[in-house]
């Protein structure tokens, strides 16, 4: 498998559920990303890791969670979301942090009820 | 506010026609990157132009930088069905971070 992958791409949850996204990246890249995109609005950073270690926090609230094992996966764990949470959660990555293009992968799409 | 802002937010065209979608941004970069999106899915990027060039071509894409307007166009010649999406301008804003502007979607009709 090539590229950046995410699962699951859809997931529908309730206010009290928990929940974890998964993005994985086979480019043998050091910096990975996640992004928020809402409707009608520019593509929100949440977090950046560079080699595992967490770089930058977008001012992100704390029911938004990230975990980088390795510099191959990314995680975000979610509790006790918002409705307005609801949006297209997009990881990726680059060759370094911040250094050149990012590669996308297909987002999970998130709607919380 | 945001660094990149898209110009048209929207534009609709006929297939075999050119396509030219602009983004301002505020302050200096090192680069800026052009990203495409189809509906509901990532982004792809397609293009890096730094700071000290003024034009890039890839396949039926051309990205034009003119750093003291502060401005760059994405050029999609004789474009297809399949250039419909959203098309997104990326700058590195000050600290290195990448910041991405609102999109302009693009829709090619056949």
């Known amino acids: 498998e090539t590229g950046v992958t995410q699962t699951p791409r859809h997931l529908v949850m309730g206010m009290t559920n928990k929940k974890s996204l998964k993005c994985e990246q086979h480019?043998?890249?050091?910096?990975m990303y996640w992004y928020k995109q809402s409707a009608k609005k520019p593509l929100e950073l949440m977090f950046v890791?560079?080699?595992?270690?967490?770089?930058e926090n977008n001012s992100v609230p704390s029911r938004f969670s990230p975990e980088c094992p390795n510099s191959s996966h990314l995680f975000l764990h979610l509790h006790t979301l918002q409705p307005e949470d609801s949006a297209l959660y997009l990881c990726?990555?680059?060759?370094?942090?911040?250094?050149?293009?990012?590669?996308f992968g297909p987002g999970t799409r998130l709607l919380v009820l | 506010s945001q660094q990149g802002e898209e110009d048209p937010q929207a534009l609709s065209i006929q297939e075999g026609e050119n396509a030219t979608m602009n983004c301002s941004y505020k302050?200096?970069?090192?680069?800026l990157q052009w990203y495409r999106q189809n509906s509901g899915r990532g982004l792809v990027h397609l293009i890096l132009?730094?700071?000290?060039?003024r034009e890039k071509h890839s396949g039926r894409l051309r990205v034009t930088l003119d750093t003291s307007k502060k401005s760059s166009s994405l050029l999609i010649t004789a474009s297809r069905a399949a250039d419909t999406a959203s098309y997104f301008c990326?700058?590195?804003?000050?600290?290195?971070?990448?910041?991405f502007g609102a999109g302009t979607i693009l829709r090619v009709k056949s």
């Open positions: 990726a990555s680059s060759q370094s942090v911040w250094l050149g293009a990012q590669y």
């Open positions: 480019l043998g890249h050091n910096a």
């Open positions: 890791y560079s080699l595992e270690e967490r770089v």
């Open positions: 302050t200096s970069i090192n680069n």
């Open positions: 132009i730094r700071s000290n060039e």
């Open positions: 990326a700058t590195d804003a000050g600290g290195n971070k990448l910041v």
